[in-house]
């Protein structure tokens, strides 16, 4: 079975989304929700209207939210919904009113979605804690990276280049810049120093024609 990956959220409209699409895998998740759906209405049904079932209808929701995108559990909440309904005009509930019956399907669906939403936000909430720590350990070992090279380089006479400025390292010369990327792993950017600008400034006006 295809292990599916990391989830991230899209800022645009807030929903997981999958780092690679896994049809197969979307669709064995739903049919698992629809199965376990169908063992709850049908133990909601042989139990009647005097055993309260309707808690177990959350695990065919959070089975489709822990692994499936927002419609996903908006359709599962809608299903459980109208099955939880259709089962209970099924066993004769008395009602009073018909709206009653209504309204306690609506209230029922509503349920239904607040927790599929949290399901699935605590689930992207969790993929993003693990990216973060593998994100850190990256850093970390990085860090251990270059702290160890520079704990060897201390204990090396390092011999720069009075011409070329260029140093070597172990038999191999090499620019400072070199040295800082692939040796301490420093990000090195280009710049002007004043004492270069003034030297250029300098060149500058004595290249320039006098006027006469």
């Known amino acids: ?18 780092d690679k699409p896994d049809n197969l895998t979307d669709i064995r ?6 199965a376990s759906l169908v063992v709850v209405g049908f133990v909601d049904y042989i ?4 055993l309260y ?15 499936l995108r927002r419609r996903d559990v908006l359709v599962l909440a809608l299903l459980c919904a109208l099955t939880w309904g259709f089962i209970d ?9 018909k709206f009653y019956w209504y309204w306690n399907m609506c209230i029922k669906f509503s349920c239904f979605v607040i927790l599929g939403l949290v399901v699935q936000r605590l689930r992207c909430n969790l993929k993003e804690q693990a990216r ?30 009075a011409w070329s400025q260029r140093i070597r390292i172990e038999g ?24 270069a600008m003034d030297k250029m400034v300098k060149e500058l006006d004595e290249t320039k024609p006098k006027q006469t």
């Open 1 to 18: 079975m295809k292990v599916r990956k990391i989830r991230a959220v899209n800022d645009a409209t807030n929903q997981p989304i999958m």
């Open 132 to 161: 973060a720590r593998q994100e850190l350990e990256r850093a970390l070992a990085g860090l251990r990276q270059s702290t160890a090279e520079i704990e060897k380089l201390h204990g090396q006479l390092q011999v720069v280049c």
């Open 172 to 195: 191999k010369w090499m620019t400072l810049e070199e040295f800082l990327k692939n040796h301490l792993q420093i990000k090195v950017s280009h710049g002007i120093s004043p004492e």
């Open 89 to 97: 005009i099924s066993v004769d509930h008395p009602y009073s009113s």
């Open 53 to 67: 079932m309707d808690v177990f209808y959350f695990i065919p929701v959070s089975i489709c939210a822990w692994q």
């Open 29 to 34: 998740f739903f049919a698992a929700s629809l």
């Open 47 to 50: 139990t009647g209207y005097e």
